[in-house]
């Protein structure tokens, strides 16, 4: 995408921005992967996501479903991105059943770079295996969290020197 067409949550929010119903709506298929296919329906791959499940998730009317779909349809910089989007599965609430250890790191400045990068090297050079990595996005939320599955627990020095890093605002674990 040149930079003109290139889209950022704020601007697919602002397009929705005389509807906030709408707007309820765009925000699900965001944070849960959800495309649009050509027929207007709400999928998760090939699996049809009724939209009057969705109506009640976000508690609006079914035909604001049908609305928001059919401007994203219209639109084609909104069609490239719903018909484009996909989930993926997060291992965080099985890790207990897998015997995974989940560390969560709250940072302060998600924007700030290599935060990811940092984590997964101090966690590397102990030889600790990472399952998983998974990131909020600071346009969805206003702590953005950075999560890591692990083969095995972080030991509590490592824990320290993660926590004692200038980006980490608090660590828990799971």
Same mark, same amino acid.
């Given at each position: 995408?040149?930079?003109? %067409?290139?889209?950022?949550?704020?601007?697919?929010?602002?397009?929705?921005?005389?509807?906030?119903? %709408?707007?309820?709506?765009?925000?699900?298929?965001?944070?849960? !992967?959800?495309?649009?296919? +050509?027929? @207007?329906?709400?999928?998760? !791959? @090939?699996?049809?996501?009724?939209?009057? !499940?969705?109506?009640?998730?976000? +508690?609006? +009317?079914?035909?604001?479903?049908?609305?928001?779909? +059919?401007?994203?349809?219209?639109?084609?910089?909104?069609?490239?991105?719903? %018909?484009?989007?996909? $989930?993926?599965?997060?291992?965080?609430?099985? $890790?207990?059943?897998?015997?995974?250890?989940?560390?969560?790191?709250?940072?302060?400045?998600?924007? /700030?770079? @290599?935060?990811?990068?940092?984590?997964? /090297?101090?966690?590397?050079?102990?030889?600790?295996?990472?399952?998983?990595?998974?990131?909020?996005?600071?346009?969805?939320?206003?702590?953005?969290?950075?999560?890591?599955?692990?083969?095995?627990?972080?030991? @509590?020095?490592?824990?320290?020197?993660?926590?004692?890093? $200038?980006?980490?605002?608090?660590?828990?674990? %799971?």
């Amino acid at each position: 995408m040149t930079a003109d %067409q290139s889209a950022s949550f704020e601007a697919i929010m602002e397009k929705f921005e005389d509807s906030p119903s %709408q707007q309820r709506v765009i925000r699900l298929l965001l944070e849960r !992967g959800f495309s649009v296919n +050509d027929d @207007g329906r709400v999928v998760s !791959g @090939g699996i049809e996501i009724p939209n009057t !499940g969705i109506a009640r998730e976000v +508690d609006v +009317d079914r035909r604001v479903v049908d609305a928001t779909t +059919d401007a994203i349809l219209e639109d084609p910089q909104l069609r490239r991105i719903f %018909q484009n989007i996909s $989930a993926i599965p997060s291992l965080m609430d099985l $890790a207990p059943v897998l015997d995974l250890a989940v560390m969560t790191v709250a940072v302060r400045e998600a924007e /700030e770079s @290599g935060i990811v990068a940092t984590v997964t /090297e101090l966690l590397a050079d102990r030889d600790i295996s990472i399952r998983q990595v998974i990131t909020e996005d600071p346009e969805f939320t206003d702590q953005p969290r950075l999560y890591v599955i692990t083969d095995d627990a972080v030991p @509590g020095d490592l824990l320290n020197e993660i926590r004692e890093l $200038a980006f980490v605002h608090k660590i828990e674990l %799971q």
